[in-house]
């Protein structure tokens, strides 16, 4: 089907959305009837072409799910005892403002409130769930983290500003493996995990996708920090090592990266759309940013025109995307690799559509 190749990147991201769109009403969107961080990575997807493209149609669609779950009181049912259960409160600030309804406000504000209850490492860490004592996560730092700093931004909560820069900060300094510029999945102050390093606390694989909500959150940080906040030029130095660390670990066949990220080598090892996604969208923000030049450009082009080569359709003409490695704890290895794999899974679908929206803005700029 050539034809299907011809899409510009904007026009994949509408198509992806639409698929979703005629297989689930908002509130079936699975987990069907949760506050949760699958929807809201889809719907924040939603929500980046939205923006580009002034759809009514999306924003009818993400008010729609929001609203299912939140009464005009501002009343929601959430999880109180992680990270994951804050990303979806992305979706409130656009509202609030949008429509001036207290409610949205007054769900933020919860969600805030969350994080004065998390437990901590010694220095100050979330822990990433009240049952992974001691642990941080890579992906926390974007469940939580961008939030955070829209909060700040939104309602001049500040303090929150130096708290998230201090997270990923101590995952830098616990996380980071100088040789290959890579952060592991997790780290366990504790020692108790039984993937835990004795010696250094950490995970022993660099996984893919976590890898991409660490530079999904860095490169959104950059949206919404000011220029002069301390803090923020080491994040930019940061970032613009992790971005070559990343392109010297794609496939350079496919485009693709791997489940695990550095061990392409390995016959049981496999090539993962959702990590794709973010690494895209994470390279091509970086541009945008200014963080890396022009000699990255090509990676990220490479890594989306391989996302497109996978990409299969139903008899309707709606978008598969496969190869979605489905949720995931931190672990060994084998953990990683013997992880089944689903089709439009909205960890895959929601990071395609961030990707597709971002290269757009690439192409455009570059031309």
Known sequence: MTHHFVKSPIEWARAACDSIMSTYTPME???????????????????????????????AYIQAYVDGLIDEHG??????????????GLLLFRLEKQTGHSKYRIAADKLRNLLNTLNLTSEGGYWHKDKYAFNMWLDGLYMAG????????????????????????????????????????????????PWANAETGC???????????????????LDELPED???REELVNSLRDFV??????????????YQIVDKGDQSDNWLETSCTNLFVYTIAKAIRHGVVGQECVDAAVNGYEGLIRTLKFDEQERVILPLICIGTSAGDYENYVTRPTSEND?????TFV?????????????T
């Open 203 to 221: 995970s022993p694989e660099f996984w893919g996708r976590s890898l991409g909500w660490y530079g999904l959150a860095v490169t959104q940080f």
């Open 75 to 88: 009343n929601l049912y959430f999880a109180r005892d992680e990270l994951d259960a804050v990303q979806a």
């Open 146 to 193: 961008v939030f955070s700093l829209k909060y700040a931004n939104a309602y001049g909560d500040h303090d929150l500003r130096r708290t998230v820069l201090h997270q990923e900060k101590l995952m830098r300094k616990y996380m980071k493996n100088e040789e290959t510029g890579l952060l592991c999945h997790a780290w366990d102050e504790s020692r108790e995990m």
């Open 354 to 366: 961030m990707a597709c929206v971002e290269v757009e803005s690439l192409i455009r700029h570059s």
């Open 229 to 231: 906040e301390p803090g």
């Open 244 to 257: 070559h660390a990343l392109i010297r670990y794609q496939d350079p066949e496919s485009g693709l990266w």
């Open 346 to 350: 909205l960890h895959g679908v929601g």
């Open 29 to 59: 969107l699975p987990p069907a009837e949760r506050w949760h961080y699958h929807q809201g990575v889809f719907l924040c997807g939603m929500e980046m072409l939205w923006e580009a493209e002034q759809d009514e149609r999306y924003d």
